[in-house]
């Protein structure tokens, strides 16, 4: 996911739009992070939400924060 983020982020996206886009994502893994779908969005979810705070532009592993 990574290596997806850092390609997409390099594109150009003009003329009619913004030069450059970038996005954040939260991952949380299975059985690491559990096993029931509700806990593992809600995982990746506190994950995406420490990777907008901590700079944005960036893919970021759930950890206890």
Do not use: C, W
């Not at 390609?7 to 690491?32: H, K, L």
């Not at 809600?42 to 705070?53: G, H, I, N, R, S």
Request: proline letters at 5%; charged letters at 25%; hydrophobic letters at 40%.
């Amino acid at each position: 996911l990574e290596d997806f983020r850092q390609a997409f982020s390099s594109r150009s996206f003009a003329p009619d739009g913004p030069e450059q886009v970038n996005f954040s994502a939260g991952i949380a893994m299975v059985p690491e992070h559990g096993v029931e779908r509700v806990s593992l969005l809600k995982k990746a979810d506190e994950a995406l939400y420490q990777a907008k705070a901590s700079g944005r532009n960036q893919t970021l592993v759930y950890a206890r924060y």
